[in-house]
């Protein structure tokens, strides 16, 4: 499963750098932005949650604009906010909305329009320089939407960690862009393998599959596949973290946060070593016990070489013939030991393992395989 996700990585990459345009198109120009006929039925709930409506949104940014200590031209300022909007509904459905809002922020609040040069410098920095998003006199439609368009920015840039600071506090009720939240908190969680909490946020964000940018939908599903597979303390938790590790030094990260997870990736390869060393003698053991000896006289112990067994075990080097009739079907299991079989390959082996004997049954079904 890992290597499948890590195949899927590139593509990520590009869905989550491309987040400015929430449209597929296709030959005959049409329009698609939902995959809500692919929705799980455990998915099919009342949404928790309600999609920003424009004009709302508008009148609670004019309703700040008002309340703020603005310049005297005034009048100008709305006037630039009223082309920010203008520009927005334009774009239809292809503008992002939460650019326009921070468009908007930043013609009012300076702090606000720093804010965009902040998501290349290093924790220290911004931290420095968001302290005022803390303060009781800024106003939440403000907070929230630098909070959002900050954590979008660093998630795209693989500081997860500092992302999911910025984002989880938000409030998916009031937030500017409320799938942005679902969407963007999901991504760290899942990267951070905060297994149930990447769950529960793909899980809500599904819930309005309809209506949410196609690019969401997709990655959300991808991303709820994966890290549901995942299980404490196996090989594939394990190499997540070194890839993890590796992602921290990269970004310069060296610190201890760092070496803490580089000690409990050790651990865990470690107690995984140790488990596999006791897995393989018991397996020795029960072998030495239930094998009653080997031809080399009761050791258990293979030959060194090949050659003809003398004594009680020698043979003829003849194989009883078996009839096994010409009938067809012959070999075909029965359908619930084929499920059996399946369900343990499918535990054992990637998915595309069991992908690739599922159409080989197929195959068999109708007569594919043994043609020449």
């Not at 939460?98 to 911004?126: C, Y």
């Not at 030959?303 to 079907?329: L, N, P």
Request: with cysteine.
């Amino acid at each position: 499963m890992l290597r499948v996700v890590t195949a899927l990585l590139p593509v990520a990459t590009v869905l989550l750098t491309g987040l400015a345009s929430p449209l597929v198109s296709r030959a005959d120009g049409d329009e698609v932005v939902s995959v809500a006929a692919g929705r799980d039925p455990e998915l099919a709930r009342e949404p928790s949650w309600r999609p920003p409506d424009p004009p709302d949104l508008r009148r609670r940014l004019d309703d700040w604009l008002a309340g703020e200590r603005v310049p005297e031209d005034l009048e100008g300022i709305r006037a630039d906010v009223s082309a920010v909007w203008d520009k927005h509904a334009a774009a239809g459905r292809a503008g992002d909305l939460l650019d326009a809002v921070i468009a908007i922020v930043a013609l009012v609040d300076p702090r606000a329009g720093a804010i965009r040069q902040l998501p290349n410098e290093n924790p220290a920095a911004i931290e420095a320089a968001t302290t005022w998003l803390d303060s009781p006199a800024t106003a939440e439609v403000e907070r929230d939407a630098v909070r959002l368009w900050l954590g979008r920015e660093l998630v795209r840039r693989d500081r997860f960690e500092e992302a999911l600071r910025l984002l989880e506090p938000l409030s998916v009720e009031s937030a500017v862009d409320p799938a942005a939240v679902l969407f963007y908190r999901g991504c760290c969680q899942h990267w951070l393998l905060e297994k149930e909490a990447a769950v529960e946020s793909f899980d809500t964000l599904l819930e309005r599959e309809d209506t949410i940018p196609l690019r969401y939908a997709r990655m959300a599903r991808l991303l709820r596949a994966d890290i549901a597979t995942v299980e404490p303390r196996s090989l594939d938790h394990i190499a997540r973290r070194m890839r993890d590790v590796r992602r921290r030094l990269d970004l310069g990260r060296a610190g201890e946060r760092t070496r803490q997870v580089q000690r409990s990736v050790v651990e865990s390869l470690d107690a995984l070593i140790d488990e596999l060393e006791q897995q393989r003698q018991q397996q020795s053991g029960s072998a030495a016990a239930g094998g009653g000896g080997g031809p080399g006289g009761g050791t258990g112990r293979p030959m060194d070489d090949s050659r003809i067994v003398g004594g009680r075990h020698a043979g003829t080097g003849e194989v009883e013939k078996r009839d096994i009739g010409d009938g067809s079907g012959w070999g075909d299991l029965p359908p619930h030991e084929r499920e059996a079989a399946l369900q343990q390959i499918g535990r054992e082996y990637p998915a595309y393992y069991r992908e690739a004997i599922e159409e080989y049954f197929k195959r068999l079904a109708t007569g594919e395989e043994t043609r020449p």
